[in-house]
C-alpha cells in the first residue's frame, strides 16, 4: 500500500520508517492551515468591525468603525463610520439606523476604501441587507 502512497525511490524510505510519511503529511497539514488564516480575520460583507483605519491624507491612522463592502483574499473593501456631524459635506450621508456595537446613529463616509484584513479589529455584527441596499442607492447618487 505504500507504494501506492510514494512513488519510486521513496517507497523504501518510507517502508522502513513509516511515522516519516505522517510527520510529513502533518507539517503540511500545518504549514496550509497557516497560510489560510495568514493571522487575519476572516471579513464578510455587511460584517461591522473596528478597525485601524487610515486617514485620507495619510498623516496617521484612527481605530473607527467600518462596513465590509467586499473581501478577497488578505484585502478587504470598506466604507468608514463617524459620529462626528457631516450634513452638509460632499461624500456623506447619514445612517439609516444604529449599526451593531455602535451606540448611536452615525454618518457613512461614501466613498470605499481598501484595507488589509489585518487591520481588523473587532468584529460587532452585522449591517444587514437592508443596510447594504440603503448604502448601494446612495452611493450611486453621490455623483
Do not use: I, N
Request: aromatic share 6%.
Amino acid at each position: 500500500m505504500t507504494d501506492q502512497l510514494v512513488p519510486g525511490a521513496l517507497a523504501d524510505l518510507v517502508a522502513d520508517r513509516p511515522w516519516l510519511l505522517v510527520l510529513v503529511v502533518g507539517a503540511v497539514a500545518l504549514v496550509l492551515r497557516l497560510l489560510g488564516r495568514a493571522g487575519a480575520p476572516r471579513a464578510r460583507r455587511g460584517d461591522v468591525w473596528f478597525a485601524m483605519v487610515p486617514f485620507r491624507d495619510g498623516t496617521g491612522a484612527k481605530d473607527r468603525p467600518v462596513v465590509v463592502l467586499s473581501a478577497r483574499g488578505r484585502r478587504c473593501t470598506v466604507v468608514r463610520l463617524t459620529s462626528q456631524d457631516q450634513d452638509g459635506r460632499d461624500g456623506y450621508a447619514r445612517s439609516p439606523g444604529t449599526l451593531p456595537g455602535l451606540d448611536r446613529r452615525g454618518w457613512v463616509d461614501l466613498r470605499p476604501m481598501e484595507l488589509r484584513r489585518t487591520a481588523l479589529r473587532r468584529r460587532t455584527g452585522d449591517a444587514g441587507a437592508a443596510w447594504l441596499r440603503w448604502y448601494e442607492d446612495a452611493a450611486r447618487h453621490l455623483g
